[in-house]
């Protein structure tokens, strides 16, 4: 599903995750995160960006220009956009976005994720590999997914 | 239109003490300390409430402690786009009214459940009696997952102590909204 213009809005869409069933694990980023990254440039519009937000059931896209993460958008900005600019449609992606996100690495414990994600009162992390490259994105929905699991399997044992 | 908002410290229904590694209902993490609104406060006094204060969510209760709606940042955002003079209009007119509810027993499955299926981030809690004694969220729920995932590391690598960076957590999530003088 590419957009007209010369930069294209890619769907990296890998093996959905593979999640240890075991109850009461300790788990790691790459575990629990979400695969698909739906990622924006950072010449895209405002209105590309609204219509990506309601058009899908995600609310955080990624930014890349030549490889690298340069930005994140969330519904947040969105909205700050929204309420903020009179022609918004018109705007660029790289002036609303939040520049240089903070990021985990797929093999950080989620302990220490969850601890930064609380801490800074967000709700996605980028993955990003050694390399630099993007390999998913860590939201509290992935996080709340692991813990009902987990907290399923315990209700099971307990029976 | 002389009604406070008020901030309640109502008694936690869980035996206390119980650690929150092994919780598994609601009573054990929700918070209890809770910023509320009457049905007749303004929709700007209610907007004001939410900027002042780091929480999205507040509870609308009616005079007996009954649960009357849930005030969030989207009817907020909703409301703007719809009506014109909404600073007068009272908070019963723009809250949401039919909430998912979750009683102190409820196990915290159910309730993670509930959330994820609903798309919601929080959860009333109300006793036997329909009257609210409490508040779940999403970041309630994550603040106790941490903390299981923290002392399985530690369990894994030998240590007993927490990693650090688990030093800073944020004890405030427990104090649901803000003092009001």
Redesign the interface.
């Known amino acids: 599903m590419a957009m007209k213009q010369d930069s294209e809005i890619i769907f990296d869409s890998q093996s959905t995750s593979h999640q240890r069933d075991a109850a009461q694990k300790e788990h790691c980023v790459g575990d629990v995160m979400t695969r698909e990254v739906v990622s924006l440039s950072p010449h895209h519009t405002f209105e590309d960006a609204v219509n990506l937000i309601s058009n899908r059931h995600f609310r955080h896209f990624v930014v890349m220009a030549n490889g690298q993460i340069v930005g994140i958008v969330s519904d947040r900005d969105v909205l700050r956009g929204l309420a903020r600019t009179d022609n918004w449609q018109k705007k660029q992606v790289s002036e609303f976005m939040t520049p240089e996100p903070i990021t985990v690495r797929p093999e950080s414990s989620l302990s220490v994720a969850i601890a930064k994600m609380l801490d800074k009162k967000i709700n996605c992390l980028p993955v990003v590999a050694n390399d630099g490259t993007v390999c998913g994105i860590l939201t509290s929905t992935d996080l709340l997914k692991a813990y009902q699991k987990d907290l399923e399997s315990l209700d099971l044992k307990q029976r | 239109m002389e009604e406070r908002i008020e901030v309640t410290a109502a008694r936690k229904c869980s035996a206390s003490g119980s650690p929150e590694l092994l919780a598994?209902s609601v009573a054990d993490i929700m918070t209890t300390r809770l910023t509320t609104l009457s049905p007749h406060h303004t929709f700007g006094e209610a907007v004001q409430l939410m900027a002042n204060s780091?929480f999205r969510h507040f509870l609308v209760i009616n005079a007996d402690r009954t649960l009357a709606g849930v005030f969030s940042d989207r009817d907020v955002?909703r409301a703007l786009g719809r009506t014109p003079n909404w600073q007068a209009k009272a908070v019963s007119g723009v809250m949401t009214r039919y909430v998912v509810t979750v009683n102190p027993k409820t196990?915290?499955?159910i309730a993670?459940?509930l959330?994820?299926e609903r798309r919601i981030n929080c959860l009333p809690v109300v006793d036997d009696d329909r009257k609210v004694c409490g508040i779940l969220t999403?970041?309630d729920?994550?603040?106790?997952?941490?903390?299981?995932?923290?002392s399985?590391?530690a369990a894994?690598n030998g240590t007993a102590s927490l990693?650090s960076?688990?030093d800073?957590?944020?004890a405030e999530?427990k104090e649901h909204g803000y003092e009001t003088r």
Not at chain 2, 141 to 150: E, G
Request: proline content about 12%.
């Open positions: 598994t780091p955002l196990p915290l499955s993670a459940m959330m994820l999403s970041t729920l994550l603040s106790v997952y941490q903390k299981m995932q923290a399985l590391e894994q990693p960076s688990c800073r957590l944020p999530t």
